[in-house]
């Protein structure tokens, strides 16, 4: 006796992947027609202005910090006068091993007189000497001061993401999150602008974009346009951002906006300049932020802005506000020539950035 066997009328498995697809696409297509959700003015407060007398000194120094690996090339090239700093071996040697620092830790000696620092430094994993700059001679101005931050990576690692590092390091300091810690101990420091994001990562925005720490006192203006789940609408209300409900998020109980930032332009810098309420900023560029046909470094890489973009900017900045201070790292140490490394291509971009923030700095402060 033969067992007969009933044969359905259709393919479960791919009638439950077509009602699947039918039911992400249509949420796609709310998700994209839906009006993009800005919070208006009577959801959060407005920024404070400041109308704080200037106390920036007229005195411009080029610092460059000995014993950072790169510097004794970078210095030959600079063809300006240089004032040596002794920055702490003990921090260089950990930099070099990995290690995060205390930000207690004296990383540049105090400065005897006041000025306005050009710092030059070199070796990108060392860019927390700027948190360092800031502390020791932009804070002794007593000014309110915005950081305008020409990078590729934020700088503002959370302290959860600290904890996934490292357990016994989540309250230390490296490169990668120098720009949380100046937001929370530097009390003269008003705002940061991020200029040149040239990656979208929701893990690493999400673990501190949701944190008050920030909220209201950061913007942001991509290198090219890039979408972002977060927890809040960061940043200041403004045409180079828009911020969604997250239709996917909601369905799952969850509270969550789709951040979508403009690329960069020359007239959405300019929108973003007129939301900055300091008189001074701080300048602080890493060359990584610049694109490979100019730039390159091997463990930083490169990012997606051009050198006359860049430099462009700057000059934008000096017409409009007081340069406090403002420094250049990201110089890789000269290794080898090769493909991957062209060290008169990293070189030629570091010197042009470095001249028109010097151009800026002595230009903007005689306008003032």
């Not at 990012?303 to 934008?316: F, K, P, Q």
Request: glycine share 4%.
């Amino acid at each position: 006796m033969t067992s007969s066997r009933i044969t359905p009328l259709f393919d479960r498995d791919g009638f439950r992947f077509l009602v699947q697809f039918v039911i992400c696409f249509v949420i796609y297509t709310l998700q994209t027609i839906f009006a993009p959700y800005v919070p208006d003015n009577n959801e959060k407060e407005k920024p404070q202005q400041h109308f704080l007398i200037s106390n920036i000194p007229e005195e411009i120094k080029v610092i460059t910090p000995k014993g950072i690996p790169g510097m004794a090339a970078l210095c030959n090239a600079l063809a300006t006068s240089v004032h040596q700093v002794e920055i702490n071996p003990t921090f260089v040697i950990d930099v070099l091993a990995g290690y995060q620092v205390p930000t207690s830790t004296t990383i540049l000696p105090a400065a005897s007189t006041s000025f306005r620092p050009l710092f030059a430094n070199a070796n990108g994993s060392y860019h927390h000497v700027s948190y360092a700059v800031l502390k020791t001679c932009i804070e002794p101005m007593t000014t309110s001061y915005t950081l305008l931050l020409f990078d590729q990576h934020d700088d503002a690692r959370s302290l959860n993401a600290n904890r996934q590092r490292n357990a016994n390091q989540d309250k230390d300091m490296d490169c990668g999150n120098w720009v949380r810690f100046a937001m929370a101990d530097l009390k003269n420091l008003s705002h940061v602008t991020f200029i040149g994001r040239a990656f979208a990562t929701n893990r690493i925005w999400s673990e501190w974009a949701d944190q008050k720490l920030f909220k209201e006192h950061f913007d942001m203006l991509p290198a090219v346009p890039i979408s972002l789940y977060s927890l809040i609408c960061p940043g200041m209300k403004s045409p180079e951002y828009k911020c969604r409900y997250d239709l996917f998020s909601w369905l799952l109980g969850w509270k969550g906006y789709q951040m979508e930032y403009s690329g960069y332009s020359r007239e959405l810098f300019n929108d973003l300049l007129s939301r900055i309420h300091t008189k001074a900023v701080y300048i602080s560029i890493d060359l990584d932020v610049i694109r490979w046909e100019e730039f390159d470094d091997p463990r930083w890489k490169h990012g997606l802005m051009s050198v006359a973009e860049v430099t462009d900017a700057i000059s934008m900045i000096g017409k409009k506000f007081e340069i406090a201070g403002g420094d250049i790292t990201g110089f890789p140490p000269f290794l080898k020539p090769d493909k991957a490394y062209n060290h008169k291509k990293n070189e030629a971009s570091y010197l042009s950035l470095f001249k028109a923030l010097e151009q800026a700095m002595i230009r903007g402060k005689s306008t003032q």
